[in-house]
Nanobody, 121 residues
Framework: QVELVESGGGLVQAGGSLRLSCSAS????????MAWYRQGTGLQRELVAS???????TYADSVKGRFTISRDNAKNTMYLQMNSLKPEDTAVYYC???????????????WGQGTQVTVSS
């Protein structure tokens, strides 16, 4: 079947960097808009950054200038480069695709399983 798989999370000190990846598995024909969300303990899931298929990007104010979202359509993969990390960036990070077409048909609102990012002070 089709799924989104995140990787690259981990433990890092404040001021450090991490690069998250989100890859779509299966025989994928195309992916529409994609985004990174995060959810801290006891908090609601929030949008971190989004990217359209033609690379239009948006960012939450809290990460502007520190995070960069990108994608490689040929590899069906999205990235999130996170620099100058702060303890308040600690959360589970999820990738999302608003629509995806594959050999199994179309999928809408697809989510990954999440990857933990922990920033120590």
């Amino acid at each position: 079947q089709v799924e989104l798989v995140e990787s690259g999370g981990g433990l890092v000190q404040a001021g450090g960097s991490l690069r998250l990846s989100c890859s779509a598995s299966g025989r994928i024909y195309s992916i529409g808009d994609m985004a990174w969300y995060r959810q801290g303990t006891g908090l609601q899931r929030e949008l971190v950054a989004s990217i359209s298929r033609d690379d239009y990007t948006t960012y939450a104010d809290s990460v502007k200038g520190r995070f960069t979202i990108s994608r490689d359509n040929a590899k069906n993969t999205m990235y999130l480069q996170m620099n100058s990390l702060k303890p308040e960036d600690t959360a589970v990070y999820y990738c999302n695709a608003d629509r995806l077409t594959s050999q199994y048909g179309p999928f809408f609102g697809l989510w990954g399983q999440g990857t933990q990012v922990t920033v120590s002070s």
